[in-house]
T-cell receptor, first 115, second 107 residues
Framework: NAGVMQNPRHLVRRRGQEARLRCSPM?????VYWYRQLPEEGLKFMVY????????ESGMPKERFSAEFPKEGPSILRIQQVVRGDSAAYFC?????????????FGPGTRLTVL | KNEVEQSPQNLTAQEGEFITINCSYS?????LHWLQQHPGGGIVSLFM???GKKKHGRLIATINIQEKHSSLHITASHPRDSAVYIC?????????FGQGTRLTINP
């Protein structure tokens, strides 16, 4: 029973490029959450998705960031035209049921470095 | 003021000591999570609780809903317990995180 998978584990991009981060939830989990951890800062909620639906994107920056969780395949967090301030660890988590009241299982994270 | 406050921010102790990390929150919650982040960066869920007390091995988590306060205790601490411990308040849709407590256990 594989846990939450994220890839790549490390991603290096130059300013202006696009970054695509993938998250495969645990088997049987239909709820995915993305969190960002800036260097030396705490975790911050970005977006909560169910299959084919964005439920809460209140933590997502208004521009350049988007997320999807298609019917088939992993959830994708996409950052267009990356800037140095996007350098951070991006974690996804999955759960079986809605919201924060259910245990969330975290992936190993993707560490994005923008040069 | 942050919605979730942890104390202390940093804690250094000797192996074998009893450890307490505190978490206070100001938001309404459906549950309170305790997470452990290893030096390598991975995050593990330790506890999710909405009332009372839970125990797993040497770890104990308690919550007082009326006082909006939770504590994480580690008995007989060991150097391998060195990590960042994070509490997170669970609302209807998402988690709100504390800033974390960096724990170092010296042999």
């Amino acid at each position: 029973n594989a846990g939450v998978m994220q890839n790549p584990r490390h991603l290096v991009r130059r300013r202006g490029q696009e970054a695509r981060l993938r998250c495969s939830p645990m088997k049987g989990h239909s709820h995915v959450y993305w969190y960002r951890q800036l260097p030396e800062e705490g975790l911050k909620f970005m977006v909560y998705l169910q299959k084919e639906n964005i439920i809460d994107e209140s933590g997502m920056p208004k521009e350049r960031f988007s997320a999807e969780f298609p019917k088939e395949g992993p959830s994708i967090l996409r950052i267009q035209q990356v800037v140095r301030g996007d350098s951070a660890a991006y974690f996804c988590a999955s759960s079986t049921r809605t919201g924060g009241g259910d245990e969330q299982f975290f992936g190993p994270g993707t560490r994005l470095t923008v040069l | 003021k942050n919605e979730v406050e942890q104390s202390p921010q940093n804690l250094t102790a000797q192996e074998g000591e009893f450890i307490t990390i505190n978490c206070s929150y100001s938001v309404g919650i459906s549950a309170l999570h305790w997470l452990q982040q290893h030096p390598g960066g991975g995050i593990v869920s330790l506890f999710m609780l909405s009332s009372g007390k839970k125990k797993h091995g040497r770890l104990i988590a308690t919550i007082n809903i009326q006082e909006k306060h939770s504590s994480l205790h580690i008995t007989a601490s060991h150097p391998r317990d060195s990590a960042v411990y994070i509490c997170a308040a669970a609302g209807a849709q998402k988690l709100v995180f504390g800033q974390g407590t960096r724990l170092t256990i010296n042999p």
